[in-house]
């Protein structure tokens, strides 16, 4: 399996802008008046505090931030947010096999290293051998707002925020008042199928003040542009055949039968249906004229769902508010995974299809191995908190109690007729291999968190989270090329992780404010399925003394030196963070070809050191100006030998193995300029320039040495899309017209090939040019 992401290098304009920008803001002195920059509120330290008072490096983007970017996914979010990575495969099927990454804190082994949560409930899971399709990926319609936390948040958060966390926050049902938002959108991509959304959100008291609701329902068609060709005739079986359609829904109910208890329910839902893979044959191919081919014998169509209720309690006990949330997550996927070109590479030594292009090359839709792919997880969760209440006390401070139960089943059914009959010998019905994983992992944890007043500017925050961690693993397997040591076989892991977390800050003046700050962040350990040992009775036996029966939980410490600058009477906004990351016990794979078999080790260390930049200005009240920018350098620094005596990795090494490496440079460049027209009338104009740098090694897939070398998989090209939208604004209707990709930009990502053996490759690229129209009218 490989994965490639996208890596670009840094344009020097982007450097020119941020210098122009304080000059320009100073010339401008003149014309400063009250602040014109909105003050998002977060609630990071689970408590709503205003962005420039928190002493973490945050980007946060409310609803029309994000209407504004035209972001409708986690796609669209992490490459517009400098220092998150995203990645994906070319080589199975669409949606699936993707991963995030904040700083470069990168791995497809094991628990997810970046949390994501929907308002207060994890949803990620677990990183198997069968796990396509990886963490779900929340649907952004009628989102209050979206944070996207860098550094480890494992105090307050827990496991799996280790790198960082993306947490999407809802609206709030009305008490008081209605709000709400009708949004629709037609768009065309060049050489590609058109795309539509439609979508609606409503909320308001039902009872003032003693009940209120939120409800919203959304449609989106993303139309494809790969076309699905016949790789035996080159004939097209469908257009466009990589089109998407996405569902969300949400109702929540709000009650306060007392004016200090509040009782919150609420139910979100999305569906996402990718119709095809999204990848492109590099040999039927033609990025330059815009035709992208997919030669798969097979359709690859997937449907992922999530169900997420939610209950909130939340009672304010006069010093000191107490909450709790009580979820329950359900997510199910199916993938038709095709695997034709994946067995013949796999099996080449004992038969071809007889394609003169190559022995993984199919001849007949007879030779067709099709993988039917399920995942399911189910997961309970809790949390009750304690949280005071003075924001301006000389002691804040939150405590809580958190308890989760989740199981995830992962299960593979492969079917390989052609196969069964030439190399077995076997009717073509018989079982080619069905494999499940049945991973099962609950969490205690009790945390706290303090914000102390020592001095009369200077705080000081100390916390800690201790929690216990039970896992455990279930594998069944059964056909003709399942491991028949082990038809059944389990594994487990128990562990008591501790994340402290300690900082000084300091508040200059009201808008002004330094801090220094240490965190420890970790995401839980696993069970190994048994492995054969080499033995004189054994030859074949993997080359270990002992079976690895477990693996430990790894954990990073994060030291981190910001600033958070209000200035101009708050026309600038300036926050910068400089950070230090330790990444030890790092939970690697180990894979031995002589056996066939391999587990999970704490074998790693690495280390990453960057900065964060996010700048925003308003010189004069038509003109806005922002820019974000963010670099992260991500090494190993330790030489890990196998017991085989290949290399798995090479001390200086970039993290991670191609294409899951790092973009060491990511930025992101906008400017809106506001005017009057006709009557009460507004017009504005925008544009933004999202852009993200190669990364130039070293690579342990280029060492010869290393077991994974493959010097045909290069990272990414560094890639910049240029995005513009104008509009105009009439009381409450704002109607825009957009183009994205603007230079129709189409770098060959995420190459992927299936093995040695074969030159069949595949890519993915970005969605050619789209321009389209937007209109959302608010009440």
Known sequence: MFKVIRRWRTPSWILLVWIWSAPLVQAQASDIGEQVLEEITVTATKRSEPLSKVPISISAYNRVALEASGVKSVVDLAALTPG????????????????????????????????????????????????????PLPLMFDVDRVEVERGPQGTLFGAGAEGGALRFVSPDAGLAEYSGFVRGEAADTQNGGPSYEGGAAVGGPILEHKLGFRASAWYRRDGGYIDHVDPITGSTVNPNSN???????????????????????????????????????EYLSNPQSGDFKNGRLLAQPNTDKLFLPSLKIEADLGAASLTSVTSYV?????LLDDNTSFAAGTFGGAFTYG???????????????????????????????????????????TAGLFYSNTRQFDDTQIFAPYIVTTVFGLPGDTNFLHYSLLSADKQYAAFGQIDYLILNKLTVTAGLRVARTDSAVTEAQSGLVAASQYPFAQGNQKETPITPKIGLSYQIDDSNMVYVSAGKGYRVGGGNLPIPLAAPGNPTGCPLTREPTSYRSDSLWSYEIGAKDRLFNGRLRLDTSVFHTDWSNIQQGIFFPVCGFGYVANTGRATVNGFDIGLEAAPIDALT??????????????????????????DGDVLGSLPNVGSPWSTTASIRYEFGILGNRRAYVRAEDIFHSRNNGPFTSYNPQALSYFPTIPPNPSTNVLNLRAGVLWADLDVSIFASNVLNSHPALSRYVDNTTTNLFTDLTLRPRTVGVTATYKF
Do not use: C
């Open 84 to 135: 998150v990575e995203f990645d994906n495969s070319a080589g199975f099927g669409p949606g699936t096999t993707t991963n995030i990454a904040i700083r470069g804190i990168n791995s497809s082994i094991g628990m997810s290293t970046t949390g994501i949560y929907i308002d207060d409930t994890p949803v990620q899971t677990r990183q198997t051998a069968l796990s396509y399709f990886s963490n």
């Open 330 to 334: 359900n997510r199910r996927g199916n």
């Open 355 to 397: 394609s003169p292009l190559g022995p993984t090359y199919p001849t007949s839709y007879g030779d067709a191995v099709p993988s039917s792919v399920l995942s399911t997880l189910n997961q309970i969760s809790e949390e009750v908190r304690l949280a005071s209440n003075d924001p301006k006390g000389r002691l804040r401070w």
């Open 243 to 281: 089109g998407t359609d996405s569902y969300a829904f949400r109702g929540a109910l709000t009650a306060a039968p007392t004016d200090t208890v509040k009782i919150s329910g609420s139910i979100y839902a999305q569906s996402i249906h990718n119709n095809d893979s999204s990848a492109y044959f």
């Open 625 to 650: 100006l922002g820019l974000s920018l963010a670099y992260a350098d991500a090494h190993n620094t330790k030489t890990v030998i196998q017991a085989d005596g290949t290399t798995l990795v090479s």
